[in-house]
């Protein structure tokens, strides 16, 4: 036995290529069904407009952001951090108590000052604090559709919609509008953005199993602890 077939996890295993090849092929056949079906709308377009600012001077929303005196690298708190917005991911960071923290309560959305590229999130549980570089927007549920709230976000959000100064657009939150809708059409386009979302999710873990599933095999293929088919007979 050589040495890297006594460490297969490290190198490549046949037993992990297996069972990732497996599951990537369910993750490809749950992908395709998570996409939401969408209806053209020969009557599309707004006509009324209002603005995160304006929302929040009316109590339809709370504006939060992590106090500069939370310090991460160690603590009892998780904290999600905004690469963490940005890759789908839960918290990687920890933090000790801290005066004025924010606690993320289910319902909150999040995103980042100025992603890189545009990044979102709706909490669904309370289990972290906000970390910084975060905007965390608190939506009345009787009055904004969290959902319908972090679509208008995440398209402003696009690079290509920046007005004048594209970081300033992004970084200023307060400026981007939205739909002035009822509460009630706000759950319908609501439910159908979170869909997009979750399949976005889905997307992602899909390419991530395919990644890794990429990884072990070349270095099976080039640590000897792999072989192509042709080469089994």
Do not use: N
């Not at 869909?195 to 099976?220: P, S, V």
Request: hydrophobic residues 40%; charged residues 20%.
């Amino acid at each position: 036995m050589t040495d890297a077939s006594a460490h297969g996890d490290l190198f490549g295993s046949a037993a992990r290529y297996e069972s990732l090849h497996a599951g990537l092929r369910d993750a490809l056949d749950a992908v395709l069904p998570a996409a939401p079906q969408l209806q053209d709308d020969t009557e599309g377009g707004w006509t009324d407009w209002t603005t995160i600012g304006d929302l929040v001077k009316t109590g339809a929303l709370v504006l939060r952001q992590a106090p500069a005196e939370l310090k991460t690298g160690g603590g009892e708190h998780p904290v999600l951090t905004a690469k963490d917005v940005r890759l789908g991911r839960g918290p990687s960071e920890t933090a000790p108590t801290t005066p004025g923290a924010v606690p993320i309560e289910p319902g909150d959305v999040i995103t980042p000052l100025a992603p890189a590229t545009p990044a979102v999130r709706v909490a669904t549980q309370a289990h972290a604090l906000l970390g910084h570089r975060l905007y965390l927007l608190r939506p009345d549920p009787g009055r904004i559709d969290a959902h319908f709230l972090a679509a208008y976000l995440r398209l402003a959000r696009e690079p290509s919609r920046g007005q004048g100064s594209s970081f300033v657009h992004r970084a200023d939150v307060r400026r981007i509008r939205i739909p002035a809708l009822s509460i009630t059409a706000q759950h319908t386009y609501g439910l159908s953005f979170r869909e997009l979302l979750d399949f976005e999710a889905a997307l992602r873990k899909t390419l991530r199993h395919g990644e890794e599933m990429i990884r072990t095999g070349f270095l099976g293929l080039t640590h000897g602890t792999l072989r192509p088919p042709s080469m089994c007979d």
